[in-house]
Antibody, heavy 120, light 103 residues
Framework: QVQLVESGGGLVKPGGSLRLSCAAS????????MSWIRQAPGKGLEWVSY????????YYADSVKGRFTISRDNAKNSLYLQMNSLRAEDTAVYYC?????????????WGQGTLVTVSS | EIVLTQSPGTLSLSPGERATLSCRAS???????LAWYQQKPGQAPRLLIY???SRATGIPDRFSGSGSGTDFTLTISRLEPEDFAVYYC????FGQGTKVEIK
């Protein structure tokens, strides 16, 4: 069965960095576009970034552009999110997500999420 | 960027009643990319509808989606106790959500 398992969340000070990982299993990872989506405490969903199956196409939300970098390693079935210059408003649960249909950002599988807290 | 506005913010209904949730786009969009999700507290969202009207795998037929252009609707024909949750529409970015609560 499809599984997405995030790791790497935690407490970090403003201006700090964190790298999130997502281990995928149960499907051919290299065939799918993947996304990171976040949810601040008590708030709605915010799409953060996505990456094409080969890694050649990448998009970011304006709120993270220039600070976050998405990447993937198809040989390791893994998705990553490097987060730099973190701000208090980046505090959220970060979900790894699989595209149902290539390039649509419609998500059919979600991870359980990893919490990132940015606070001094 | 397209903005999705969901209404109402909160819908108070009883089990067995019909729920109608609205999602309005700031400009005309392709329905091929419009999706609806359900989220319960402490859980990841679950895909209900994609392509505006296609049910995802395993979704009961009491959930249906419709619409085109700028106006889309999620209908739950008869609310079951497990349907009380927050619902989001998505076209790349997400709407702000509609909470369906027990009256």
């Amino acid at each position: 069965q499809v599984q997405l398992v995030e790791s790497g969340g935690g407490l970090v000070k403003p201006g700090g960095s964190l790298r999130l990982s997502c281990a995928a299993s149960g499907f051919t990872f290299s065939d799918y576009y993947m996304s990171w989506i976040r949810q601040a405490p008590g708030k709605g969903l915010e799409w953060v970034s996505y990456i094409s199956s080969s890694g050649s196409t990448i998009y970011y939300a304006d709120s993270v552009k220039g600070r976050f970098t998405i990447s993937r390693d198809n040989a390791k079935n893994s998705l990553y999110l490097q987060m730099n210059s973190l701000r208090a408003e980046d505090t959220a649960v970060y979900y790894c997500a699989r595209d149902l249909i290539t390039g649509t950002r419609v998500v059919d599988y979600w991870g359980q999420g990893t919490l990132v807290t940015v606070s001094s | 960027e397209i903005v999705l506005t969901q209404s109402p913010g909160t819908l108070s209904l009883s089990p067995g009643e019909r729920a109608t949730l609205s999602c309005r786009a700031s400009q005309s969009v392709s329905s091929s990319y419009l999706a609806w999700y359900q989220q319960k507290p402490g859980q990841a969202p679950r895909l209900l509808i994609y392509g505006a009207s296609s049910r995802a795998t395993g979704i009961p037929d009491r959930f249906s989606g419709s619409g085109s252009g700028t106006d889309f609707t999620l209908t739950i024909s008869r609310l079951e106790p497990e349907d009380f949750a927050v619902y989001y529409c998505q076209l790349g970015t997400f709407g702000q959500g509609t909470k369906v609560e027990i009256k």
